[in-house]
């Protein structure tokens, strides 16, 4: 059973960066049949895409965030990280972390496994 | 950027009945298009991939149509546990993006 688990701080304070990591438990995040990914849904919005980061570290970000975004895995560990720097009140959301199977012609690809989610508050 | 539109926003039912909930894209996105339920302080759980294949474990009540720009979620005989919000969400293009999601209440 394949379990992911967001950790890091849920007060950030604003121009700071919001840094959060995601434990994956279950399955090995060395796996190339899956892409890591993060979400955030803003208090009262849709879900928006941030980016993901293969195992080999390669990346793929929103080019909405991109500027700001930095993915990082740590393969030894089975974790994988984002940063967002100078962080607004905008930034302020439930974000979450999820695991994405690779393109396949038959069934597309999509996000089957999400952490529960870690609300972060940018505020002063 | 590929924009997703479902409707209704919110829709009321009753348990047995059949509901359906539309989604559209802003341009052609093939059958690359997910379903996902989310309830309130949870995260999403995917139902539908590839437009109409059933993820494993997802009831059969729920199924999914549609290729292009128009789809549709169908839920066959509501039962408690379905009342939630439900997500469109398209995989053809960077970057992903999400319907803002139908809330199926009572």
């Known amino acids: 059973q394949v379990h992911l688990q967001e950790s890091g701080p849920r007060l950030v304070k604003p121009s700071q960066t919001l840094s959060l990591t995601c434990t994956v438990s279950g399955d090995s995040i060395r796996s190339d049949n899956y892409y890591w990914n993060w979400m955030r849904q803003a208090p009262g919005k849709g879900l928006e895409w941030i980016g993901y980061?293969?195992?080999?570290?390669?990346?793929y970000y929103n080019p909405s965030l991109k500027s700001r975004v930095t993915l990082s895995v740590d393969t030894s560990k089975n974790q994988f990280s984002l940063h967002l720097s100078s962080v607004t009140a905008a930034d302020t959301a439930v974000y979450y972390c999820?695991?994405?199977?690779?393109?396949?012609?038959?069934?597309?690809?999509?996000?089957?496994?999400w952490g529960q989610g870690s609300l972060v508050t940018v505020s002063s | 950027d590929i924009q997703m539109t479902q409707s209704p926003s919110s829709l009321s039912a009753s348990v047995g009945d059949r509901v359906t909930i539309t989604c559209r894209a802003s341009q052609s996105i093939s059958r690359s298009l997910n379903w996902y339920q989310q309830k309130p302080g949870k995260a999403p759980k995917l139902l539908i991939y590839?437009?109409?294949s059933l993820h494993s474990g997802v009831p059969l009540r729920f199924s999914g149509s549609g290729s292009g720009t128009d789809f549709t979620l169908t839920i066959n005989g509501l039962q408690p546990e379905d009342f939630a919000t439900y997500l469109c969400q398209q995989s053809d293009g960077f970057p992903y993006s999400f319907g803002q999601g139908t809330k199926l209440d009572i």
């Open positions: 980061i293969f195992h080999t570290g390669n990346t």
């Open positions: 590839a437009a109409s």
């Open positions: 999820a695991r994405k199977t690779v393109y396949d012609i038959l069934t597309g690809d999509y996000f089957d496994q």
